[in-house]
């Protein structure tokens, strides 16, 4: 059983040494440092995230996603026949991104996140993996005005995807993480997005379909039939009957979100453990992963690494491993 990360992490610190990033964005901003200056602090700051990840324990990190604005922004800058909107509010959350305005026909040379990931992979020891947003959650989220048709516009955005998840698995990606929470949010849409998905699959590179905010209920077995590794399930922000349908999951990981993301109540490691034992009931062990519910960029950076702690010692106790501080 493996322990993981979902989405961005905290991108400035509790003290006055670990805000180096917003002062170098306001630094940019006025004209004082300029691009190779801001991407060195970007770096730095992208490392920082990588060892407090590792050094509670987590067995599958990924790269912070500290350069991301937003879960949308690095595709909208990147791609052709989108531009930046007005801003918006992410979901039912006290933050906000750029909206993607459709003007063309969606295009990506697959190459947005290379650079990123191939950075990552010289700075971190533990496994690492990439992320991706939903193709269901930029074309829900979009405003268009180019496709005739929402299904058009969903396999126009699945298609820049697909050429973005080939790109990383050129890096040496071996996983990546979709982050569609569209799909719970818009259980309706479920047969379109598995047409996506199979779009996705077709790369080669095993993905990890990423749900959250919102319960998976009206579409959880559907979801353990699409052509994906994994499913990510919230099991913390809703009432959810999840928890007594997991053996949905015949062939794939479930990665348990175990530890609530958007709240700074800490769990303990034995909450942690019962989430886990619970889910042993439905899941083996060889298939069961445990992460946050979401992106722990909602809260502070040590309640972050806090709760990644209980998360590692609550999931290891839970089958007796060694817990190694």
């Known amino acids: 059983m493996k322990t993981t990360v979902l989405g961005a992490y905290p991108k400035i610190g509790d003290d006055l040494g670990s805000q180096e990033l917003r002062r170098a964005l306001h630094r940019h901003d006025r004209g004082e440092i300029d691009e190779a200056e801001l991407a060195s602090v970007y770096e730095v700051v992208t490392r920082v995230a990588i060892r407090e990840m590792e050094e509670a324990g987590v067995d599958v990190v990924n790269d912070g996603q500290i350069r991301w604005d937003d879960a949308l922004a690095p595709f909208v800058r990147a791609w052709g026949g989108v531009e930046q909107g007005s801003l918006e509010r992410f979901y039912d959350n006290n933050t906000y991104f750029r909206q993607p305005v459709i003007t063309g026909r969606v295009t990506s040379a697959g190459d947005t996140l290379a650079r990123d990931f191939t950075f990552a992979r010289s700075a971190v020891h533990a ?6 947003c939903g193709p269901l959650t930029f ?9 005739r048709s929402f299904e058009d516009r969903v396999l126009g955005v ?106 700074t109540r800490l769990e303990t490691a034995a909450e942690v453990a019962g989430y886990v034992e619970r889910a042993l009931r439905l899941v083996p062990q060889d298939r069961l992963w445990i992460a946050p519910t979401t992106s722990l960029e909602y809260l502070p950076r040590d309640v972050a690494r ?19 501080a």
């Open 127 to 132: 496994e690492l993996k990439a992320s991706v």
């Open 139 to 147: 074309a829900s989220l979009a405003q268009d005005r180019h496709y």
């Open 158 to 263: 699945a298609a820049a995807l697909a050429a973005e998840i080939g790109g990383l698995g050129s890096a040496g990606a071996s996983l990546v993480d979709v982050e569609d929470p569209a799909l719970v949010a818009l259980p309706q849409h479920i047969e379109l997005a598995r047409e996506a998905y199979v779009r996705l699959a077709a790369t080669g590179v095993p993905l990890h379909l990423v749900t959250y905010f919102f319960p998976a209920d009206s579409i959880l077995e559907s979801l353990a039939s699409f052509s994906v590794a994994g499913v990510a399930i919230d099991i913390r922000s809703r009432d959810t009957t999840a928890f007594e349908r997991l053996d949905a999951f015949r062939t794939q990981t479930v990665v348990l979100g175990a530890v609530d993301a958007r709240n």
């Open 306 to 324: 806090a709760k990644l702690a209980a998360l590692v010692q609550g999931a290891r106790s839970a089958v007796g491993q060694e817990v190694i």
